[in-house]
């Protein structure tokens, strides 16, 4: 797909200004949030995953379901090697999300979570840098301009990565 080639050459050729190169592969989808390290390791072998979310099959599914262009960009806060803070892993809502009040709960009387958690508060914010500098390289359509209407490369609406 032009599309996506297009995009993995402008990211490859700023790589070092997006602190590495860029790695494409396939999601894992998840329904639960993965927090142990072993886990997480353990679905990567078993199937060739890159990484896992929770949210990337949902709109996956309806771009194809609409016949548009999807891919997903991501960048990782926490590592197959990371077991996140039990606080966390309590605090993930079905949708994905993080329920600030239920991590500062989950901390308040376990201390020994407060290293965990300030080590993942400091890789979300640079994974939030990655995206946006990724949406800078890549610009807002990322890569879409002067390249066919939607649909005209029907293997781009399957998702999936790189």
């Given at each position: 797909p032009q599309w996506r080639r297009a995009l993995w050459r402008a990211l490859d050729r700023a790589s070092d200004p997006l602190g590495g190169d860029p790695?494409?592969?396939t999601l894992m989808q998840?329904?639960?949030v993965l927090a142990?390290?072993?886990a997480k390791r353990?679905?990567?072998v078993r199937y060739g995953a890159q990484a896992v979310d929770m949210e990337s099959a949902t709109l996956a599914a309806a771009a194809r379901g609409a016949g548009a262009r999807f891919l997903v960009v991501r960048a990782v806060a926490d590592p197959a090697a990371w077991t996140l803070p039990a606080a966390v892993a309590g605090a993930v809502d079905a949708r994905g999300r993080v329920r600030a009040a239920r991590v500062l709960r989950g901390v308040a009387f376990r201390p020994r979570q407060w290293a965990a958690?300030?080590?993942l508060g400091r890789a979300f914010a640079a994974a939030r840098a990655t995206l946006a500098r990724v949406t800078a390289?890549?610009?807002p359509r990322f890569?879409?301009?002067g390249i066919g209407g939607p649909g005209t490369e029907p293997e781009d609406?399957?998702?999936g990565s790189g």
């Open positions: 790695l494409g592969g998840s329904a639960q142990d390290a072993a353990e679905l990567g958690l300030l080590r390289i890549a610009g890569g879409l301009d609406a399957g998702g």
